[in-house]
Nanobody, 126 residues
Framework: EVQFVETGGGSVQAGGSLRLSCGSSESTFNGFAAGWFRQAPGKGRERVAALHIRDGAAYYVPSVRGRFTISVDDDRNTLYLQMNNLKPEDTAVYYC???????????????????WGRGTQVTVYS
């Protein structure tokens, strides 16, 4: 069974930065559409950013555009979410997800993923 594992969460002051990483037990994201979702306390899951690993097409939710960047390393083994200028409203558990067929729109519009990580907590304090 493929597993995704997120790391890099933590507690940071508003205006600070964090970089989340996601590794796959399958060792590669090649061919995937992969993304980051988050869930704040008392709220539903929200999409944050998604990336088609092969062609580089990316989507961002408007609230993070210009502050967050989704990327993959050169070997396509690790998915990243660079988060800059963090705000208290970014506080949430962040999850990595992947659609192994590369269906970016299904991942983005319908959260249709084959694999999900267990999440990493990001806390932004003012």
């Amino acid at each position: 069974e493929v597993q995704f594992v997120e790391t890099g969460g933590g507690s940071v002051q508003a205006g600070g930065s964090l970089r989340l990483s996601c590794g796959s037990s399958e060792s590669t994201f090649n061919g995937f559409a992969a993304g980051w979702f988050r869930q704040a306390p008392g709220k539903g899951r929200e999409r944050v950013a998604a990336l088609h690993i092969r062609d580089g097409a990316a989507y961002y939710v408007p609230s993070v555009r210009g502050r967050f960047t989704i990327s993959v390393d050169d070997d396509r083994n690790t998915l990243y979410l660079q988060m800059n200028n963090l705000k208290p409203e970014d506080t949430a558990v962040y999850y990595c997800a992947g659609n192994r067929r590369g269906y970016l729109l299904q991942l983005w519009d319908n959260s249709r993923a084959d694999y999900w990580g267990r999440g990493t907590q990001v806390t932004v304090y003012s």
